[in-house]
């Protein structure tokens, strides 16, 4: 059984870090390209920050140079560094892994990141 669980999130101020992670487990890990997308209230999920099996890394421009996106592989985990947040980054963040682009893949439950002070 497939499981990928998020945790980390919480309610910070604007400026503030907090860093995301999310433990898979029921996959072969190398072999997943990791995302991390967002839902905002009365918005569609958007993509804020993948990498592929091989290390290739891409980030949504209203995140680069603010997040960072990195995986253990020794410990089946993907994280996502966040600082410099803004009340615009206020969202559901999910998890998704998958083996590539056609499949739609494995999601997490989500965890709640809240900006504001």
């Known amino acids: 059984q497939v499981q990928l669980v998020e945790s980390g999130g919480g309610l910070v101020e604007p400026g503030g870090s907090l860093r995301l992670s999310c433990a898979a487990s029921?996959?072969?890990?190398?072999?997943?390209?990791l995302g991390w997308y967002r839902q905002a209230p009365g918005k569609q999920r958007e993509l804020v920050a993948a990498i592929t099996s091989g290390g290739n890394i891409i980030y949504a421009g209203s995140v680069k140079g603010r997040f960072t996106i990195s995986r253990d592989n020794a410990k089946n985990t993907v994280y996502l560094q966040m600082n410099s947040l803004k009340p615009e980054d206020t969202a559901v963040y999910y998890c998704?892994?998958?083996?590539?682009?056609?499949?739609?893949?494995?999601w997490g439950q989500g965890t709640q990141v809240t900006v504001s002070s």
């Open positions: 998704n892994a998958r083996i590539n682009s056609v499949l739609p893949g494995y």
């Open positions: 029921g996959i072969t890990f190398t072999m997943y390209n």
